[in-house]
């Protein structure tokens, strides 16, 4: 079994920054793909960011470079550093990580930006 664990999340002033970080932990070998994703209420779950081996990264189109996605060393462990927050980023924020087809989920962390 793969358990993910997401931290870092809470409550921020608009125009504030978080940094969100997700461990994998369980049976596990090797380094495998992992992304953040956010599901608002009453909206369907996005993309947030990708990295995959080899340090491909990917970005959904809202990020416009406020955010910013990285890995630890030889981990399954990953970072979502986020800057200029607004209102509309208010949302729970999911780690997946991707196994020999399988996706593997965390229980989310909550992110609110309000003044």
């Known amino acids: 079994q793969v358990q993910l664990v997401e931290s870092g999340g809470g409550l921020v002033q608009p125009g504030g920054s978080l940094r969100l970080s997700c461990e994998a932990s369980g049976r596990i070998s090797g380094i495998w793909p992992m992304g953040w994703y956010r599901q608002a209420p009453g909206n369907e779950r996005e993309l947030v960011a990708t990295i995959i081996p080899g340090g491909h990264i990917n970005y959904g189109d809202f990020v416009k470079g406020r955010f910013s996605i990285s890995r630890a060393n030889t981990k399954n462990t990953i970072y979502l550093q986020m800057n200029s927050l607004q209102p509309e980023d208010t949302a729970v924020y999911y780690c997946?990580?991707?196994?020999?087809?399988?996706?593997?989920w965390g229980q989310g962390t909550q992110v609110i930006v309000s003044s």
């Open positions: 997946k990580l991707v196994r020999l087809g399988s996706d593997y």
